[in-house]
Every structure is written in C-alpha cells, then in structure tokens.
C-alpha cells in the first residue's frame, strides 16, 4: 500500500474497532458504535487505516457490490486533520476501486462539513443529487450531499 513520509496505509482487521471507534467519538458530532464498526468487516468491504509508527491516525471503509463502490466512512483523529492524512487515504481507496473493478466510487457528505466537501471536490468528486433534511444536527437535520467519482 501507499507510504507517505512516516505514513503507512494498511488494511485495518475488526479487532482495531476499538480504536476506530475513539476516534470516530472525537471527530464525528454524530458518531458510528464501535459495534457499526465491526460489522463492517465482511466479503463487501475494504477497511483501510493510515499509521504513524504504531498509532492509528484514521481510517476509511468502502463497501463494493460488483463495480459500485460506496464510501461509507473516512475519519482522521481531529489533531491529526489538515497534514493530508485524509487526501492520503482518499487516494489509496480511488486506487483501491479501480483495481477491484469499481467504475464509480460515491459517497454522501453533510452539507455542513466544509472540509470533506472540499477533499471530495479537489479529488474530482461531483455532486449528484442531495437527500432532503436527511443528518439529524443538535437543533434539526440538515441536507446529505450525494458525490459520484467516476473511475473509468
């Protein structure tokens, strides 16, 4: 997989759930149960991690059914955000797709979360539609933001 500087991308087992999930807690206002986690280790999906030496910096998961794959999660430890972490995994996953047969990676976004809107769109990530008041927020919902890549 991918190095960059000290960084290393590795694919992650379901015994790093416990680590995912600490920090899927400090960087999510809304985040997955260490046990959503887990169940995202089967046949359908990719779970990748980005390292520093030993510790766990973040990680993505892509589920693939035949040659659509769905971003489902990408997290970076909140004191880690902003040193390309993210544009680091996002680019092994884009790799990763490609080589598994994918001609479209998707994914959907809070409409709130400026900093991954703006990852996707640097990557190429167009947007494809939008799923009304769809995230609960601390006072209401707000829009998803549907994004296709095309990988062919």
Not at 110 to 121: F, I, T, V, W
């Amino acid at each position: 997989m991918n190095n960059i500087d000290a960084e290393v991308i590795v694919p992650l087992r379901v015994e790093h759930a416990v680590v995912m999930a600490k920090i899927e807690k400090l960087a999510h206002t809304h985040p997955w149960s260490e046990m959503s986690l887990k169940e995202c280790f089967g046949p359908l999906y990719r779970v990748v991690g980005i390292k520093r030496q030993d510790d766990l910096c973040g990680f993505a998961i892509v589920q693939q059914i035949i040659d659509e794959a769905t971003l489902l999660d990408i997290c970076v430890a909140p004191e880690k955000q902003g040193s390309g972490l993210g544009a680091a995994l996002m680019q092994q996953l884009i790799d990763d797709a490609k080589n598994a047969g994918a001609v479209v990676l998707m994914l959907e976004v809070r409409q709130s979360n400026k900093a991954a809107k703006y990852l996707y769109d640097k990557v190429g990530f167009i947007e494809a539609g939008r799923r009304k008041n769809y995230y609960p927020t601390h006072d209401g919902y707000e829009d998803a933001i549907l994004m296709d890549l095309s990988l062919d």
